[in-house]
């Protein structure tokens, strides 16, 4: 049974930047798929970003592209979203999701959820 620690949410002015962790334990890091997903009240949950077991394969969703970049550190068995350019549209609650496959998908079918971290951008 995985758990992932999500950190690294706040409050940032547009044009900002923050850097989102996820840490995980209780299992094998490197079985599973990861992605970032975020969501904001009353709406369904959206796909940001996602990386394949090993880091080499990235997968972003449209608001992603250009801006956040993801990526994976087995040996500290943490994913990261690096979120530049931010935008208050980029306003959510952000979630990471472990998936146990070698593939990313974009949809929130993940077997296991971070608590999720809030992400505010001002104008």
């Known amino acids: 049974h995985v758990q992932l620690q999500a950190s690294g949410g706040g409050l940032v002015q547009a044009g900002g930047s923050l850097r989102l962790s996820c840490a995980a334990s209780?299992?094998?890091?490197?079985?599973?798929?990861m992605g970032w997903f975020r969501q904001t009240a009353g709406k369904e949950r959206e796909f940001v970003a996602g990386?394949?077991?090993?880091?080499?394969?990235?997968v972003y969703g449209d608001a992603a592209k250009g801006r956040f970049t993801i990526s994976r550190d087995n040996a500290k068995n943490t994913v990261y979203l690096q979120m530049n350019s931010l935008k208050p549209e980029d306003m959510a609650v952000y979630y990471c999701?472990?998936?146990?496959?070698?593939?990313?998908?974009?949809?929130?079918?993940?077997?296991?959820w971070g608590q999720g971290t809030q992400v505010t951008v001002s104008s």
């Open positions: 999701g472990a998936r146990r496959d070698q593939w990313v998908v974009r949809v929130p079918k993940y077997d296991y």
């Open positions: 209780g299992g094998t890091f490197s079985s599973y798929a």
């Open positions: 990386v394949a077991l090993q880091g080499t394969a990235t």
